[in-house]
């Protein structure tokens, strides 16, 4: 039975990964080796991060709220690489492959080497909804991940009108709002309140990023 719950939780974490890759454009294209570039982008600024934490933010002694605020800040570490994997991808690929490419490469390496070793946990004998929710925060991610790399795109566009530049950059603050109210909220009251904090978060930022992206009209 746990090895029954493990796959479920494994399947319920990456399953999303593979459809979205098979039911979009990025399969048409075959957009693979795309992914994998936003794949390591991640592991690059991860790294970039580990030493930065290392060095600036000795976490471990301060109080919850300075440790998810410094998190918070080093968020901006996600931003920059997000955007400089993106401005890799070939420019001759339509905005929305290079854009699903990125995010999808990024979020697979955030599942699999960030959320993927807690899983094992589920192979426990004593059966935790726990994993559960971490397994649905994974489908999450994708949609986190896709706003961020939707707002990096329309910023680099060079003939955007001051409307445009505004509401791209209230869509990244509002994407580091999301990061640091999910980690707050797990600190402070558990699994299960950041799972909702992060569904309405990173619902509404997929939204919102949608309807900058149609706003903006982004070739």
């Not at 479920?8 to 399953?15: K, V």
């Not at 993106?86 to 390496?109: D, F, I, M, N």
Request: proline share 3%.
């Amino acid at each position: 039975m746990t090895w029954f719950h493990f796959a479920n939780c494994i399947a319920l974490a990456l399953g999303p990964v593979y459809i979205t890759y098979k039911g979009s454009a990025l399969a048409e294209y075959r957009a693979f080796s795309a992914c994998l570039v936003g794949f390591f982008g991640y592991i690059s600024t991860q790294l970039l991060k580990m030493i930065l934490i290392a060095i600036l933010f000795p976490l471990q002694d301060s109080e919850p709220f300075q440790q998810e605020f410094g998190r918070a800040v080093l968020f901006a570490v996600d931003i920059i690489g997000n955007y400089i994997t993106l401005s890799r991808l070939s420019k001759g690929t339509p905005r929305e492959v290079r854009v699903l490419a990125a995010a999808l490469g990024w979020s697979a390496a955030e599942i699999a080497l960030a959320n993927g070793p807690t899983l094992f946990g589920a192979l426990s004998l004593e059966f935790e909804w726990t994993y559960i929710q971490r397994a649905l925060e994974s489908n999450l991610i994708i949609l986190f991940y896709i706003s961020l790399t939707r707002a990096n795109q329309i910023f680099m566009r060079k003939n955007n009108t001051p409307t445009e530049q505004s509401l791209v950059i209230a869509l990244v603050f509002a994407c580091v709002i999301v990061h640091f109210a999910v980690g707050y909220s797990r600190v402070l009251m558990g699994g299960l309140a950041s799972l909702i904090v992060f569904t309405v978060g990173s619902l509404s930022l997929f939204v919102v990023s949608s309807i900058i992206s149609r706003y903006a009209k982004v070739e």
